[in-house]
């Protein structure tokens, strides 16, 4: 694993909807990859839902979206990772 880039989006909930906050792209280590989806089980824990989807890349069969939703329901993040 060279570089992974991840594309951070938030979203809150107006109505019935979830409506796009913020944006943000950054590049993070493996290490930090490891800790995100570690994560994982913590929060479900703590009542929100964490959903992720694994597909085939160049370092094999990973997480490349892990989409949480907080325990209120009201705010969404969806992490997509690219993998160069």
């Not at 979830?18 to 824990?45: C, D, H, M, R």
């Amino acid at each position: 694993m060279n570089t992974i880039t991840m594309n951070t989006q938030t979203l809150e909930k107006k109505g019935k909807s979830f409506y796009e906050v913020e944006n943000l792209n950054s590049e993070i280590t493996p290490e930090q990859y490891k800790n995100i989806l570690g994560a994982k089980k913590f929060f479900q824990n703590l009542g929100g839902s964490e959903r992720e989807t694994k597909n085939y890349t160049s370092i094999g069969y990973v997480t490349v979206r892990l989409s949480s939703v907080n325990p209120d329901k009201t705010t969404k993040v969806i992490r997509n990772f690219s993998f160069n």
